[in-house]
């Protein structure tokens, strides 16, 4: 029940934000009882604009949002999960961003790497690049600065 408390802080957290950064975005807030999640979903055309591709706009937001659910009074660990719904254009993104650095990888005959990212991203990235003859991946690193390594073979 404090979870359905601490979603209603975040809500309206992220509502004065929205009215003062540059872009159109607006956020969904749920929360996952079960798995003491507040899940923060980013939506508009400037969705991929407000969120970064190396997750320093998500840290700190994760880290922003925290404070308020702390500051509300949570004892317990809630944990913000922020979530793209501009997920097309990112995924677009990323295997563009696959093909070129593959291309690089087999031209160059060296690692290439990726900048840190989600374990959904990690996992569009090994599957664009598993349909990249000449190259495969791998992710190093640990949590939220793990990255993907993509290797000529």
Not at 12 to 17: D, T, V
Not at 21 to 47: M, T
Not at 102 to 118: C, H
Request: charged share 35%.
């Amino acid at each position: 029940m404090m979870l359905k408390k601490h979603e209603e802080k975040v809500k309206s957290f992220l509502s004065e934000l929205a009215e003062h950064i540059p872009q159109e975005v607006a956020f969904n807030v749920s929360s996952r009882e079960e798995e003491n999640k507040i899940i923060i979903e980013v939506e508009g055309e400037d969705a991929n604009d407000f969120v970064d591709e190396k997750a320093f706009v998500q840290e700190a937001l994760q880290h922003l949002i925290w404070k308020v659910v702390r500051k509300d009074g949570a004892e317990e660990e809630i944990i913000p999960h922020i979530v793209v719904q501009n997920t097309q254009a990112r995924k677009k993104f990323l295997e563009d961003l696959v093909k070129e650095m593959s291309e690089k990888a087999i031209q160059t005959k060296e690692e290439v790497g990726l900048p840190p990212l989600n374990s959904f991203e990690r996992r569009i990235v090994h599957m664009a690049v598993s349909e990249h003859p000449g190259v495969t991946s791998k992710s190093v690193g640990e949590g939220s600065f793990k990255k993907i390594l993509i290797i000529p073979t």
